[in-house]
């Protein structure tokens, strides 16, 4: 009995464990982040060098984010997470690599933040229209292990996205082929 008794309640500790531990992971600092050989990788190093700089902020999943441009008072529009924005940005690598650029094309976007990854989603929705962010978001947010599948944006890839935010819109992208 003695056996299902310390079994039980380790069961029950570890169950009333769970809520918690949950909501621990997004605390989890990025250099307890350990990459290959228990050691900070150079994507998530770059990301806490980023943190260290004057006016940076983190979300509460890791991305560095810090206002280029902020209107004061922030007052006006922000947007939720299934609205749709009409920005302009550039992507780059931590090796100074442009993979996608709006101000290349010289032609803002309109995205539906429900279709963006999952780094956007944590600081888009703190701007306002009018403001200015960049942003350094870890893999885990960005194109994950998987990559960009066309082999720009590497596995495990951090991201630094610039982004100017003009305009929200309501909810999604219409579908192509009309409907």
């Avoid at 940005?89 to 990854?117: C, H, N, P, W």
């Avoid at 720009?152 to 579908?175: D, N, Q, S, Y």
Wanted: proline share 7%.
């Amino acid at each position: 009995m003695r056996g299902h008794t310390f079994m039980f309640s380790t069961l029950l500790a570890a169950t009333l464990a769970l809520p918690l531990a949950g909501s621990v992971r997004a605390q989890v600092p990025l250099n307890a982040r350990p990459g290959i050989g228990g050691q900070v990788d150079a994507q998530h190093q770059f990301i806490l060098d980023y943190a260290k700089q004057p006016g940076v902020e983190m979300s509460t999943d890791g991305v560095a984010y810090r206002f280029l441009r902020k209107k004061e008072p922030a007052v006006g529009v922000q947007p939720l997470p299934n609205n749709r924005v009409r920005v302009h940005y550039e992507g780059r690598l931590i090796d100074g690599t442009v993979f996608d650029s709006s101000y290349q094309r010289d032609e803002t976007a309109v995205m539906s933040l429900e279709k963006v990854v999952k780094g956007w989603v944590e600081v888009i929705p703190r701007m306002h229209v009018g403001d200015k962010v960049e942003m350094v978001i870890p893999a885990e947010l960005g194109y994950g292990q998987k990559g960009s599948g066309d082999g720009t944006i590497l596995p495990g890839a951090t991201l630094i996205f610039k982004v100017e935010l003009f305009e929200v819109l309501p909810g999604e992208l219409p579908r192509k082929g009309g409907g």
